[in-house]
């Protein structure tokens, strides 16, 4: 069992739709979760960092991390085309050793 | 503000063959310091991090090794490149949050043949 796991997609939403991706994870000792966003042949970006339960917003986006079931959400309200890319999702125990999903490719629709 | 750094963009090298990857962190000091590896169908692989100048941790066995001759420097070598070695290498450092790996570079893609 791989210690983050990630539907890979694609999922194909219309535009203005809210997207709901997620992930799973298997090590309980995890506190900091992160979400990336990843296009095409570049680098992955930092979206939202959370520390142990709870939501976090930021504009469109809200990150959700529930424990006790060992999953994290990642919404996105009012996606745009440019929101089309790979998200990743990451977990550690420590601050360094992010253990991080395969990503689930999101395509919005115009 | 702060950059990171990386080249080449794209390598093609024989098996057999030397490899040197560079990255560079611009408007910092004492940045900790990450390589990864991303490849097909798979996540982001810790393969190094360092938090000082020649200190390396080394997370997985393998073909490859790093060095930080440099505060802002860390380079990925390999004496001998393997087909497996083939993938995109991504240097991070912890720009936006302390001590997270979580500001990366635009990244190198390297394919063996």
């Known amino acids: 069992q791989k210690e983050v796991e990630q539907d890979p997609g694609p999922l194909s939403v219309p535009e203005g739709a809210i997207v709901s991706l997620n992930c799973t994870y298997s090590?309980?000792?995890?506190?900091?979760f992160m979400w990336y966003r990843q296009y095409s042949r570049k680098g992955p970006e930092l979206l939202m960092y959370?520390?142990?339960?709870g939501n976090k917003e930021d504009g469109r986006f809200t990150a959700q991390v529930d424990k006790s079931s060992k999953y994290i959400s990642l919404f996105i309200r009012d996606s745009q085309p440019s929101d089309s890319a790979t998200y990743l999702c990451a977990g550690a125990s420590g601050t360094y050793k992010y253990i991080f999903g395969t990503g689930t490719r999101l395509k919005v629709l115009a | 503000s702060q950059t990171i750094h990386q080249w080449p963009a794209t390598l093609v090298q024989p098996v057999g063959s030397p490899l040197s990857l560079e990255c560079t962190v611009e408007g910092t000091s004492n940045p900790n310091l990450y390589w990864y590896r991303q490849a097909a169908g798979r996540g982001l692989q810790l393969l190094f991090y360092?938090?000082?100048?020649?200190?390396i941790s080394s997370e997985v066995p393998q073909n490859l090794s790093a060095s930080r001759p440099q505060d802002r420097q860390f380079i990925l070598s390999s004496k001998k490149l393997l087909l497996s070695d083939s993938g995109f290498y991504l240097c991070?450092?912890?720009?936006?949050?302390?001590?997270?790996?979580?500001?990366f570079g635009p990244g190198t893609r390297l394919l063996v043949l």
């Open positions: 991070a450092w912890n720009g936006k949050i302390s001590g997270s790996p979580n500001d």
């Open positions: 959370t520390y142990s339960s």
């Open positions: 090590n309980s000792a995890f506190q900091y």
């Open positions: 360092s938090v000082g100048i020649g200190q």
